[in-house]
């Protein structure tokens, strides 16, 4: 992963993500869209995601408002926002991603210090990355999606585009 643009999260900040996380899926609970439940993680992957969009707004020298109150909306600075655990994850696609949505990996992993070091694996436009060779469902891989999953493209991290960031002044 060498050559690749990262962010450390520090404890707080992951306890900021936490509590937005937690604020998500209580809203989709309340709104009846299960927009975490139904992709079947619940807390954890809107935990993972809470901290990818931050550490993209970190990494862009934004202030993270919390995200948009449309689902279907840009997460942060015009990105659609996914965080993975898994070194080798690949970016999530969903049908109601829009075509010209430009969408960013994130991958998480944590340090000896409870940092978490969010390194930006890369970009792709939603259009691009639904190939039929990256379609999954349910039904295909129920060892990773469980039933009432949103159908989705798995795009291979070989296969994004280069992130880069912005060049942000410093503020000294």
């Given at each position: ?11 707080i ?6 509590a ?16 975490g ?12 995601g809470?901290?990818?969009e931050m ?20 997460d ?8 993975t655990?898994?070194s ?5 696609i969903f ?5 010209d ?23 792709i ?18 060892e990773?999606?469980r ?26």
């Open positions: 992963m060498t050559g690749r643009d990262f962010v450390l999260m520090h404890p900040e992951i306890a900021m993500a936490r937005r996380a937690e604020w998500m899926l209580n809203r989709a609970k309340k709104l009846g869209d299960g927009h439940e139904a992709k079947g993680k619940g807390l954890r992957r809107d935990l993972l809470a901290i990818a550490a993209t707004a970190k990494i862009h020298g934004v202030y993270f408002d919390g995200g948009a109150e449309n689902w279907n909306a840009a942060v600075c015009g990105y659609q926002v996914r965080g655990k898994h080798n994850g690949h970016l999530e049908r109601n991603d829009a075509d949505q430009l969408c960013l990996l994130v991958l998480l992993s944590r340090d000896s210090n409870r940092h978490v070091r969010c390194t930006f694996a890369g970009t436009l939603a259009g691009e990355g639904k190939h039929d060779e990256w379609f999954v469902t349910p039904e295909t891989h129920p990773f999606l039933p009432g999953s949103p159908d989705q493209w798995w795009v291979p991290q070989s296969d994004l585009l280069m992130f880069v960031p912005p060049h942000v002044p410093s503020p000294l």
